[in-house]
C-alpha cells in the first residue's frame, strides 16, 4: 500500500470516529436534557382510605417552565392526590416536590405541562404522551396493609364489611360497618343512613373467591329506592385493573333521573363497550337476581318471589359472550351506595333486604 492510499484510509478512519464522537455527545446531550423523577420519600403499602395519609417527596431533574406534578395512589383504582380540587403540586425552586397523600399499593408521579387536567381516578396506570412529560411509578414501601374490616356471616358464608370511601357511582362515598347487618332470621339489611352530616353507605363482599358458577340473591321489594341510591349484586376483583376488575353487575338504580322507564340493568364490564349492557324495568315485589357465570358467557336472570327454582315467572334474562372475564381472584359482592346527581339527590335514609345468597358450581 502506497503513501496516499495509507493516507486516505487513515483519513476515512479519522471521519468515522468523529462522527460517531458527534453522535455520542448528541445522545449525552439529549440525555442530560430528559427530564426524570427522583423519589426521595415512599409513603406505606396500604389499602386507600380518607383516614390516613403520609408524606411523599422527590426531584426533579430538566423540568420545563411552568410543569408541575401529580400524584395517583393506586388502590382498587388509581386515585388522584391528595384530592381532585388540589391534585397540582408546584416544583420549588432547588427542584424539590413534596405532599402529603392518602395510600395505596403503589404511587405514580407525573411531571405535567401546564395544559394538563388530572382526573379524579383511572383504571389504568398512567403513561408518557401528550401533557405528561414524564412518569415514575413505585410500588409502597413495607408489607402490604390492607384497611381494618367488620366481618358478618350471611347464608353461610363468611363476608367482610366495607370500612373505607371508595368512588363507586362517581362520588366519594363513606361506608360504615354499622350498615350492614343481619337479624334473627338470617336477612341482610344493607342501609344508607345520615352519620356525622354525611351519608354513609354499605358493602360486603365474600371473604373468598368462588370462581365459575352460579350465583343468585332474592331481595325484598326494591321499588321504594330513591333515583340517587343503587342496590347491586356484582363480581370484582379489586388487584386487576388491566382486566377491568373482571368486573360484572347486576344493578337496581334510576341513575338520577325519576322519569327513566328502566330501574335496573346487567353489565360486563367496560360498560361502555357495545353490547356490554343490558337495561330493563324490575317489578315491585321480591325478586331473585342470578348470574350463571361460565367460560366465555354470562346468563343474567330476574325472576319474581323468593326463588330461582322451576316455576318461577321470568322477568328479564340475557346473554353475554364477548369479554366474560376468567376468575381469578373475583369475588361476589353486595353494596347499597349513592350515585352523584344534581338532579334528584338522596333526600332519605334506605334500606335494602336480601333474603339469601346462594352459589352453585
Known sequence: MNTAERFAGLSAKMLILAFGLALQGCHLQSDRSSPSIELTKIPSAAQGGRERVETIAGRVHNARPGQQIVIYAHSGTWWVQPWPDHALIPIQADSTFSSEIHLGFEYAVLLVDPDYHPLPTMDLAPVPGRSVAFVATVKGTGAPQFAPTGSLKFSGYDWDVRTISSDKGGTNNLYHPENAWTDKKGALHLQIKEKDGQWSCAEVFLKRSLGYGTYSVSVRDTSHLEPAAVFSMFIFDDLDAQEHYREMDIEVSRWGD????????????????????????????????????????????????????????????????????????????????????????????????????????
Open 258 to 361: 325519576f322519569a327513566t322507564k328502566n330501574n335496573a340493568q346487567y353489565a360486563v364490564q367496560p360498560f361502555y363497550d357495545p353490547g356490554n349492557l343490558y337495561a330493563f324495568a324490575a317489578p315491585a315485589g321480591a325478586l331473585t337476581y342470578s348470574l350463571r357465570w361460565e367460560p366465555g358467557r354470562a346468563i343474567f336472570k330476574t325472576l319474581r318471589g323468593r326463588s330461582a327454582g322451576a316455576g318461577a315467572p321470568l322477568v328479564s334474562q340475557h346473554e353475554f359472550s364477548s369479554g366474560i372475564p376468567s376468575p381469578g381472584q373475583a369475588k361476589a359482592r353486595l353494596i347499597l351506595y349513592i350515585v352523584a346527581t344534581e338532579k334528584n339527590p338522596l333526600q332519605k335514609p334506605t334500606e335494602v333486604v336480601i333474603e339469601k345468597f346462594e352459589y352453585l358450581p
